[in-house]
């Protein structure tokens, strides 16, 4: 029994293992706080005289969208995760949460290696320079794949005899592993900072290892505080930010006739990789699709008098 | 004589005061690195050969773009700044600094509180929970000064009467005094957080009072790093984010019709507050002066390969 | 119902003001972990075959000793607080807590004014600069008391008649209030990073009056987290670190005969207030209490056989 | 030409190699402040009266000493690295720098694989976990860094074979590469966070590998920030942290003629390995060695009238 905030949805998925990648997983395993946490917070520094929005769902839109993250920072969630060192070393890079990982200079290692989905097999993007193109074809992906599992024994069979037969300190043993190796850690961070994690790591650029990692977490976050995650996508995840000299062209294109973007962008001074991106955003806009909204009846603020008296 | 990179239009502020409200300052008084450490700084990131831009203007422009933010914490500045209390803390809840400042358990206070300038003097306003109004007119003004400036005299002649008279410790004598007291501290930031620090509390809701002090921090900025300064201006403060309800709004204007964005809003599910603020960004993309744009001929990768070789 | 680790005896505080000063005080809203979230987060860095100590509390205290904290940072508590302007601006200085504060913005002031308890009215101490002497006598005391509650009538009624008679914005109005109102914050933190708070704001040398909220805390994480509480208490707070000097001093005495410290310190080249401070540990060393010491059987690993195969 | 603090024993270190294993270095490339920033940021602090200490190297000590740490954090260090990816992993766990790591996504990798010194080659210890025992002998050493070298040349070439011949993408290719090899970095942080870090790796307990590059990061310190380094020398390094129970244990060695360490400290109450830590204090105490010391003369408050005027 707890007097705590409990979320029904987040209880569910204590102690289970959403899967990531061959071997690894996300268990979510302790939260604290729930989406009426960045409600309270925002309370406190309203007042209850001074608080801009009636309703929770609305107060949490408006606190989104301006950027007043502070009250997200009042949830906390702790996940034990299980990925690839190399995965690990692109994680560790938010500094923002805590961490216990496992050490290899006292702990021995996990005997469990990525090895790439053939789909997933892709050679090197030839316009991206941090990305990948297109998939390997079979033969070329399984001659692949044997040259990740074969390097992998290696390697293993390398540190054991190091270890075991000449008893070598684990901290030097550990050196002969390969970055594909699985490590895990308990990781713990607030939903602020957790959200500007999966903001950066569920992006199409994003490394695909890692952002399998980043959609489970987001499962939990879903379920967690879905009025804070909606607000998430709808003014972070499938938003657009476009700079002065895109609005330049966009205004081109409201009230000057122009109909082609790239012409726009070009009047509007925008060049190359820029006029690029301005196509994509315009053509993402006109591709979007309204039915996948969700419905929106929020922030009547002043409107309903009925509700005025219950923050 | 030093090794270390410098930048002359910064060296000539170093020392001098930007004065701020009515006793105010900010000082420049030491900075570490430039434009160019921020270049360093992601080129150690792509490698020699994985970079994806060829000028210096164009990789610092597309990292402020796509969020690469790590390199702009390359650069460090540090000022010597006067400024009310409750100024202070405000600016004190950016939590990424290094901050020393004065103490009244040590130090007597400074002799200086702070009085609005009468055309600041401003009622609350009615649409904008946080913010002001019309200025009062010239009486209720002057009334108003002379509440401030009496409350002071009263308020610092009881602080010495309590230090002097009574030898009250200065940690308790201290409590009396208002936060219109003037305090002062060294406070050291990276660019990155700076910049965070400044798109905050630059914008048209933040406080008058804490908006002049940055504002006198962002002259250092534009002389000290103006290539981070202009990518700063471009892509987030004269830049806009459209969330997905608004993209369908745009939507909805570029392709279906909608000359009026209040109507488009509507019809894309935008109600209240998030209507206005829809329209609020069309307005001021309409209104977007092409005149003041800079010249933008960056970003030409592959264009010129006699600039290829020299990285 | 929740699967989450539940301490009953912090359940029993969660919601329950502990008052600090005249109108402060300390609400515990929620916590996340306990004693045994120390334990496992270690667990995972060693491994199973690779930790340390076997039992919890002997573990948790080698963590403490050794500076281990990461594991201390898996426990989160959250608390609500009302304290004095003045005592915020020190706790605020901690930088790794998240905080929302009420905002005299948009939020109405509380009125509630700090005033000293006659007991601790004192003078300025005068060898320590940053200290509080003697208490003032009766009549002192009294003239001194009514100073402080005339002084914050005459800025509330300025307050009221600048906010009502005047409409004059919120924002502007509050900077006539002195640095002893109360406000209030929704302050999160990760029992490090609290521990840390404690050992600073516990000592004698904090001032008294950020001391009460520290100590309100300290109950709150002596019921929640007793093992980590014990161990801080023996490696931190009644612990004392010397200086290689002082070692030296030491050395003196152990084996060369010195009896009194301020010869040995002399002797060892200590001066001035390093000698006084020697001389204080040592004394404070003599006069430890033996009877005051819990009794210690921990961390016997290695002489019970039985366990050794069990890790 | 700059008007900023400069130190010339920083300067004669600026972008020289420092190197550190057979590979890595530490290049300084960039410094902020000096002691003296340190001092004023103290004196910004504790006002022109306030202040404690007249002398620098008087105020410094006594700012280190009483964890006055926040002055410390007013310099600032950048530092080109390169290390082992193991080493990098360990490195990267201190949270408070600035990183910018060269990314295998990007970049081709570095043709350098850490193999480690023969006389470094040890084998696991029996009685600590973390650590190494005796170094192996010469045939054993032999074929372990054989099987290093052997072991990082295959991975190499099926690096190689990957990215070439199959043309798969940098970021999946990198994958069987091994944590031996060389990574590189920027790496910037204030100098309190620098000495913490230093404190713990610098550390007999740290791995041998990390502590090289800590002693290198020393070296530059020393140089930079003498009296800031001889103070963390003092008070940190080299002094040692009694507990509450060691604390009664040394009563009963001064006032109760107990000559043996560990009979006191079983006498108060210490068992197992805290008695054997006791125990290698006071022989650590008892073997200090007094001409080692520094030659003690700060601190003479008030007593030196001629240095009065001179803040």
Chains 1, 2, 3, 4 share one sequence.
Not at 22 to 32: E, L, Q
Not at 226 to 244: I, T, V
């Amino acid at each position: 029994m707890t007097k705590r905030t409990t979320v029904e949805a987040a209880e569910l998925m204590l102690g289970h293992e959403i899967k990531a990648l061959d071997h690894g997983f996300v268990i979510p395993i302790d939260y604290m706080g729930s989406d009426n946490d960045v409600v309270q917070a925002a309370r406190t520094s309203f007042g209850p005289s001074g608080r801009p929005i009636h309703d929770d769902r609305g107060l949490i839109r408006y606190l989104l969208r301006h950027r007043h993250t502070t009250p997200f920072e009042m949830l906390e969630v702790k996940f034990l995760c299980r990925m690839p060192i190399f995965v690990a070393r692109q994680w560790i890079r938010h500094r923002t949460a805590n961490v216990n990982e496992m050490s290899l200079r006292y702990a021995e290692p996990l005997e469990f290696f990525y090895v790439p989905d053939p789909a997933t097999v892709s050679v090197q993007s030839k316009d991206n320079k941090q990305g990948r193109g297109e998939p390997l074809t079979g033969e070329a992906a399984a001659i692949v794949l044997d040259m990740f599992t074969d390097g992998q024994h290696e390697d293993m069979a390398r540190y054991r005899r190091l270890a075991d037969e000449f008893g070598l300190a684990k901290e030097l043993a550990r050196a002969v592993l390969p970055v594909s190796l699985y490590t895990q850690w308990v990781w713990k961070i607030d939903l602020h900072n957790l959200m500007h994690f999966l903001g950066l790591r569920l992006d199409a650029h994003a490394q695909y290892e890692i952002r399998v990692f980043a959609e489970a977490m987001a499962q939990f976050v879903r379920a967690w505080a879905p009025l804070s995650w909606e607000a998430f996508e709808d003014y972070r995840l499938h938003a657009a930010s476009l700079s002065r000299q895109e609005l330049h062209a966009l205004r081109l294109m409201l009230r000057r006739g122009y109909v082609d973007p790239a012409s726009a962008a070009l009047a509007a001074g925008l060049r190359a990789r820029e006029l690029d991106e301005f196509c994509s955003k315009v053509a993402k806009c006109l591709s979007s699709d309204p039915e996948g909204l969700p419905p929106l009846s929020l922030d009547i603020e002043g409107e309903s008098p009925g509700t005025r008296g219950t923050p």
